[in-house]
Each structure stands twice: as structure tokens, then as C-alpha cells.
């Protein structure tokens, strides 16, 4: 899914530009990432035993992918 992967890490870096720009000002920047969804796009990695237990690692991992800088 490199479209998922792109769009994510853009949030991730416009994120942390806009909190060094305005940090100046006193203003924190935060950004949520949601993690994996349900969906008609996602079934097919669902439905893959071992792809399936790597999202459901990864999901553990980000704790509820919240990117606070």
C-alpha cells in the first residue's frame, strides 16, 4: 500500500514542520494516524494468516498512533 505509507509519513512531516515553525508562538502541533481499517482495500492482507498478525503487531506497537511533537 505505498499510497497509505506516503500519505502517512507526510502527515508525520508536515506535522513536525508546522511544530517547529510555530513553537516560536507557543503552539503545539499534534497529528493522529489512524491505524489499519477494515475495509474492501485491506481484505486480501486480512485474509492472509501471517500478513494479518503482522498488522495486529504493528497496531500493538503504535499504542493508538498518536504523534504528538
Known amino acids: 500500500m505505498p499510497s497509505y505509507a506516503a500519505s502517512k509519513i507526510g502527515i508525520a ?3 513536525k514542520a ?3 515553525e510555530w513553537a516560536r508562538y ?3 502541533v499534534n497529528a493522529i494516524a489512524p491505524g489499519w ?3 474492501d482495500m485491506t481484505a486480501a492482507l486480512r ?3 501471517v500478513r494479518n498478525e ?3 503487531q504493528e497496531s500493538q506497537q503504535e499504542g ?4 504528538k511533537i
Open 26 to 28: 507557543g503552539i503545539h
Open 54 to 56: 503482522q498488522i495486529s
Open 64 to 67: 493508538g498512533a498518536i504523534l
Open 13 to 15: 512531516a508536515i506535522t
Open 47 to 49: 485474509e492472509n494468516p
Open 18 to 20: 508546522l511544530a517547529n
Open 37 to 39: 481499517t477494515k475495509t
